[in-house]
């Protein structure tokens, strides 16, 4: 236990000193605050994380394909934190913008302090402002229990009363446990929820492309694709997967790896895309080997001889219409299973009991409808294999090597902020 000094009530700042850390630990210290009679006492808890079988270069990659924000105290030498009273803090963020040595003793302080005493309430909505207006954006949580703390909750992305009185009201979220553990459950929680969020909207899109690419090929050949391979699609494969595949825990423990919160960030278009091409590609291949067997008639030589090519509902029986249904369906399966990777914010989809059993049926019915195993099934395969690999090493790798060249455009406003000095 660390008791709350009266040294760290005065007006002004202070340093504490860090003792050693171990690197080769896999956890970090989560701080809690209890009152016993009239003193406040930190209590720390160790919480593990679940990098234990994550090397440092597999760290680097999830972080990028997260598009996790850039932390600049990681990479500070100095090993010292700083505590600070509500006075001291309103005068320095009043003195910020006369001088460009004040402005960088202010951005000094956001990164160094980890004790803030005895700050009014607004203070405490103006230290959640200032953090927010760091160049690379973090997000900044805030737990209260009382009335004081509403302006505070309101003001920070994340806000959780630990009571139910009034600052509940103020709060998108109300723990029933007095204490801060239940940060961590929250964080567990919404990462999870966000993956769910962003695979299930890169599985929609993917099935939307795919079938697009489907009904162009057979536009080209004065085709469509038949009625009953559409319902098949959509209430066979489409509808319970995009279900049953958001019904995955979150992982038992907390990951040191940020998730980013952007939809339209470069991970995600880049999975989008490039699972949009590889799959329009497969399509594209199995359309011409198609054409290419001696046994292939055209849409219009078959129906010139059967007399019905003038009616839209027979031309949708022909070769390339059954060909790219065999190879779609595995697409779409292919994709589901890639956007459902679970670590590390997610447990692995095959213990979504419900999602296994649901995808195991389909791609059994699948392999029944595509008996034969022939050149089209190896494609459909290939396919498959593709899909998910490209999801699971190409992405991450093309993510980890922008976030490094992001992370060099940014570093040169870490250090001196022009934007606090007045002219």
């Keep these: 236990m660390i008791q709350q ?9 202070a340093s504490i000193n860090e003792g050693d850390k171990n690197s080769k630990e896999n956890f970090h210290n989560l701080s809690h605050v ?20 994550i090397n440092d270069q597999e760290q680097e990659e999830i972080a990028a394909l997260n598009d996790e924000d850039y932390l600049p105290w990681k990479e500070s030498n100095e090993n010292c934190t700083l505590a600070i009273t509500g006075r001291a803090f309103s005068k320095i963020i009043h003195e910020s913008t006369q ?34 207006d760091l160049p690379w954006k973090p997000t900044c949580g805030m737990c209260g229990d009382g009335a004081n703390d509403c302006s505070a909750l309101k003001t920070a992305e994340i806000g959780i009363s630990l009571s139910e009185a009034e600052d509940s009201i103020a709060a998108p979220f109300t723990s029933k446990i007095q204490e801060i553990s239940c940060v961590v459950e929250r964080l567990k929680e919404g990462r999870a929820a966000l993956v769910t969020s962003f695979s299930c909207f890169k599985f929609m899109a993917l099935y939307s492309m795919i079938q697009f690419f489907t009904t162009t090929l057979l536009y080209t050949v004065n085709s469509l694709p038949g009625d009953m ?7 066979v494969i489409i509808i ?3 279900f049953l595949m958001g019904l995955t825990d979150s992982y038992p423990v907390l990951s040191k790896q940020v998730l980013g919160s952007n939809l339209v960030s470069f991970p995600v278009l880049c999975s989008v895309i490039g699972m949009t091409l590889i799959n329009g590609g497969f399509q594209v291949i199995m359309f011409f080997i198609l054409r290419a067997q001696n046994w292939y008639i055209s849409v219009q030589d078959a129906h010139d001889y059967l007399n019905d090519i003038d009616y839209e509902d027979a031309r949708k029986s022909c070769y390339e219409s059954t060909t790219l249904f065999f190879l779609t369906n595995f697409q779409y399966l292919s994709t589901c299973i890639a956007f459902s990777i679970g670590k590390p914010f997610k447990k692995e989809f095959f213990t979504n009991k419900w999602f296994t059993i649901t995808l195991v049926f389909i791609t059994l019915l699948s392999f029944y409808i595509q008996l034969i195993p022939d050149s089209f099934t190896r494609i459909s395969i290939a396919s498959t294999i593709v899909n998910i690999l490209y999801e699971k090493f190409v992405v991450r790798k093309i993510s980890l090597v922008v976030k490094k060249k992001k992370e060099q455009k940014i570093n040169y406003c870490i250090i001196v902020p022009h934007d606090k000095i007045e002219s």
């Design 5 to 13: 000094d009266e040294s760290l009530q005065k007006p002004g700042m």
């Design 34 to 53: 209890r009152s016993i009679g009239d003193k406040k006492y930190i209590e720390e808890e160790d919480i593990m994380f679940s990098d234990e079988e």
């Design 99 to 132: 001088t460009s040595a004040k402005a960088q003793l202010l951005r000094t302080m956001l990164l160094k302090t980890q004790i803030f005493a005895r700050m009014r309430p607004e203070e405490k909505a103006q230290l959640l402002e200032q953090l927010q």
């Design 240 to 242: 319970p997967l995009a």
């Design 229 to 235: 391979q559409f319902l098949y699609w959509d209430i």
